[in-house]
C-alpha cells in the first residue's frame, strides 16, 4: 500500500507559478512510476505529465514548455513545477504512483484568476 500526499496548491495569477509537493509513504518509492493528473470544474480528470524510474519525463501538449517533473528518491517526493499559468490550468492536481497497482492522493487545488 502506498499513501500520497499532495501539498502545494494554492490561488495565482494568470502568468504565475506554483511548485506542487507530492510525498508518498514507501521505501520502495524508487520503484515507482509517478504521474500528475488534473481535474477542472465540469471535466474528466486528465494526464499532465509523467516520470518513470530512470527520471524520464513525458508531457501533455497543454502543458509542454511551461510544466516540469522532476523527483527526489531521497525524499520520496516528486515535484510538478509549473509556470506561465493560465486561467485554463485551474483545477484539481492528483498526483499518482503506478507499480503493479495504482495510487492516488487525494488531490491539490490549483486556482489561476486575477
Known amino acids: 500500500q502506498v499513501q500520497l500526499v499532495e501539498s502545494g496548491g494554492g490561488v495565482v495569477q494568470p502568468g504565475g507559478s506554483l511548485r506542487l509537493t507530492c510525498t508518498a509513504s514507501t521505501s520502495g518509492f524508487s520503484r515507482l512510476a509517478m504521474a500528475w493528473h488534473r481535474q477542472a470544474p465540469g471535466k474528466e480528470r486528465e494526464w499532465v505529465g509523467g516520470i518513470d524510474r530512470s527520471g524520464s519525463t513525458a508531457y501533455a501538449d497543454s502543458v509542454e514548455g511551461r510544466f516540469t517533473i522532476s523527483r527526489d528518491n531521497a525524499k520520496n517526493t516528486v515535484y510538478l513545477q509549473m509556470n506561465s499559468l493560465e486561467p485554463e490550468d485551474t483545477a484539481v492536481y492528483y498526483c499518482?504512483?503506478?507499480?503493479?497497482?495504482?495510487?492516488w492522493g487525494q488531490g491539490t487545488q490549483v486556482t489561476v484568476s486575477s
Open positions: 499518482q504512483a503506478h507499480y503493479g497497482a495504482v495510487y
